[in-house]
Structure formats: C-alpha cells, structure tokens
C-alpha cells in the first residue's frame, strides 16, 4: 500500500449528529495511533475540573450556543501547541470560519474528512432508539430491542425515547448543523483538502477512509478491507 512521505498528520473530522463520527474517529485513532482532540470533550471535561475557562464556556453550553471564539482559542490552540509533533484528529472545532482561518494559520491541517451521511437515514435510525432513564441503557428497535417490545430487560420498567432524538428535533438539529458548517465546509473546499465521504452506515464508509488515511500516513496495522 502507498504512503505518502508525511510524518506527521493533522486531520479533522465533521459530520452531522448522528452520522457515526464518533465510531468512525474510534477507528482512525485506533489505525493510525493518532491523538483525538474533541472540543465538547475537553470543554466538559474544563467545567468539570471547575477551571476559569471551563467556568466562562459552561454558560454558553448550557443554552446550546457556541462558546465564543476567544475562550475556544484560548483552550484548542494551547491544547494543539502541546501536541505539535504528535498525529491528532480534530473534532468540533472548528466550527466557525472565524476558527478555521486562526487554526489553519497556526497548526494548518492536511486533511479534512467530511462524513456525509443523508438526513433521511440518520432520522430514521435515531427514530428507532429507546432509553430505560434511570439505568441509561438504550435500545434500538432494529438493531438491538429490548425482550419485550418498550420495557426494559432488567427491571421491565418502560422505555422512553428522549426529546433529543424525537423526528422532528432531530431534523431541527440536522439543519442547523447544515447552517453553521456549510461556510466552514467550503473554506476547506477552497483550500483543496476537503475529502467527502457518502455513505449510510458506518461499516460501509469505514474501509474508504482508511484507505484514504493510507496514502497519507501508515497505518498502524495494514488491514485488508474488501
Ligand atoms: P459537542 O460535544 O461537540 O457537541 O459540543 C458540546 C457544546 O460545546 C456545543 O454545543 C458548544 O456549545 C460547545 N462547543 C464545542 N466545540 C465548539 C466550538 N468549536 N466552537 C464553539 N462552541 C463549541
């Protein structure tokens, strides 16, 4: 398999929720030993340990609004400048084209990975997702459901499914995510580094990406995928 001469690999990857970035980043990780930089991540993780900076953004957070572009700043270029000779994989940041011209500048990224996943599938699959609240345990009336048809397997309590993943929030969700990154999308697109990806499900538009991964960077282990 051909691999280009890069030795180190700043990549970033978008996708719609729901789409499957976080398995599919599960895996690039895993192949390339690449470090996974996720802003929501790191941004909980700051209100958490109750730091300044995670004590600014949890405001924000908590009314579903970006956090402004000063306190991402302050907390992705600080976390990239640690990692300058390390592989990493962007995720959620940036969200903005304000923030993808000061990263670019900075750390600038060789690849962009874009997971375009159509709408009508990713409703339909969060369509069928169940939860048992008090436990958390979720269910999936296709591909995982419960025994008995809305209780759940353990106490037999019934099911829910939360208001995040009702068909209509999720199409409100979806759309605004098209809103805010289509200028972000086409700023990659205009720096020639953006590579779409298309597919329904995760197992179908795995191997492309690793192949694609491939020719920038060796991966860890050389998997066959047919
Ligand atoms: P996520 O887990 O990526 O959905 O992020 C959770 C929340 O953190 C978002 O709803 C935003 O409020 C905030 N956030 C994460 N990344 C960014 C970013 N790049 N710019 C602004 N706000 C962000």
Not at 54 to 70: T, W
Not at 130 to 156: L, M, N, Q
């Amino acid at each position: 398999m051909a691999t280009a001469g890069i030795k180190v690999l700043k990549a970033l990857i978008m996708g719609p929720p729901g789409c499957g970035k976080g398995t599919i980043s599960e895996r690039i990780v895993k192949d390339f030993a690449m470090i996974h930089v996720a802003s929501g991540d790191n941004l909980r993780r700051q209100i958490l340990q109750g730091t300044e900076l995670g004590k600014k953004a949890e405001p924000y957070i908590d009314d579903g609004q970006l956090v402004p572009d000063e306190i991402m700043f302050d907390l992705i270029l600080g976390e990239l400048a640690k990692l300058k000779n390390a592989n990493w994989l962007l995720d959620g940041f940036p969200r903005t084209v304000t923030q993808a011209q000061a990263v670019q500048k900075i750390e600038p990224k060789e690849v962009v990975i874009d997971l375009n996943v159509p709408f009508e599938v990713i409703i339909e699959r969060i369509k069928g997702r169940w939860v048992h609240i008090p436990s958390g345990r979720i269910y999936h009336t296709e591909f995982s459901p419960p025994k008995v048809p809305g209780k759940d397997d353990v106490t037999g309590e019934p099911l829910e499914q939360r208001h995040d993943d009702k068909p209509e929030t999720v199409q409100k969700r979806l759309e605004a995510y098209k809103k805010m990154t289509e200028p972000v999308l086409n700023f990659y697109r205009d720096e020639g580094i953006l590579t779409e990806f298309t597919g329904n499900y995760s197992n179908e538009i795995w191997p492309h990406v690793h192949k694609f991964l491939s020719t920038k960077i060796t991966p860890l282990q050389y998997t066959v995928y047919k």
